[in-house]
């Protein structure tokens, strides 16, 4: 199976410009998606096929990568993006999702 | 809007089974993949299954295949997911997910199961 790998937590402070990582362990090509969950929520989708916004979701957020290197970033941060974010690929059978990175806002 | 309600959950004895639903709303439900993803108690997310817009066809990963169904009634706008010879393993939060069709595009609230003796 592809694993993806996050760093597990980060803290930023409020008007700063984050960068959240998932590195895979083989090729996703750009079948790459990211979700925010917030405490005790379910996920909300926020970026699909590497580098497309969903709809809805603030401009702040934007994805980048392909291959085996994603990046998520926020920019500029508020305080309401407290949450765990998680990437998923889709390129690779069976679809996966990375362990999640908390995101605290200072 | 957008809604997916998940039901069916609850306190299940290892090796026994256990059905969910989701009743799906406010888009056309036929037109759209289904999916199943698990949350096991602060862990991380799993996906668990797949069904295309007929049903016709089904996808798992190898920890549940043989041993959970995901079916859908396009009529009653309803996704299912028989779950048998369930382990502690299976223990988690089960997810309702419209897919599109290879990410999640909405989910529902989840439903939890507990395997335990």
């Known amino acids: 199976d592809t694993v993806l790998t996050q760093s597990p937590a980060l803290a930023v402070s409020p008007g700063e410009r984050v960068t959240i990582s998932c590195r895979a362990s083989?090729?996703?090509?750009?079948?790459m998606h990211w979700y925010q969950q917030k405490p005790g929520q379910q996920p909300k989708l926020l970026i699909y096929?590497?580098?497309n916004l969903e709809s809805g979701v603030p401009a702040r957020f934007s994805g980048s990568g392909s291959g085996t290197d994603f990046t998520l970033t926020i920019d500029p941060v508020e305080a309401d993006d407290t949450a765990t974010y998680f990437c998923?690929?889709?390129?690779?059978?069976?679809?996966?999702f990375g362990s999640g990175t908390k995101l605290e806002i200072k | 809007e957008v809604q997916l309600v998940e039901s069916g959950g609850g306190l299940v004895q290892p090796g026994r089974s256990l059905k969910l639903s989701c009743a799906a709303s406010?888009?056309?439900?036929?037109?759209?993949?289904m999916a199943w993803v698990r949350q096991a108690p602060k862990k991380g997310l799993e996906w668990v299954a797949t069904?295309?817009?007929?049903?016709?066809?089904?996808y798992y990963p190898d920890s549940v295949k043989g041993r959970f169904t995901i079916s859908r009634d396009n009529a009653k706008s309803s996704l299912y997911l028989q779950m048998n010879s369930l382990k502690s393993e299976d223990t988690a939060t089960y997810y309702c997910?419209?897919?599109?069709?290879?990410?999640?595009?909405?989910w529902g609230q989840g439903v939890m199961v507990t395997v335990s003796s």
């Open positions: 997910a419209r897919g599109e069709p290879d990410y999640f595009g909405y």
């Open positions: 406010g888009f056309t439900f036929s037109n759209y993949y």
């Open positions: 069904i295309s817009t007929s049903g016709s066809r089904t």
């Open positions: 083989e090729s996703v090509s750009t079948g």
């Open positions: 096929g590497a580098s």
């Open positions: 998923q690929q889709s390129w690779n059978d069976p679809f996966t």
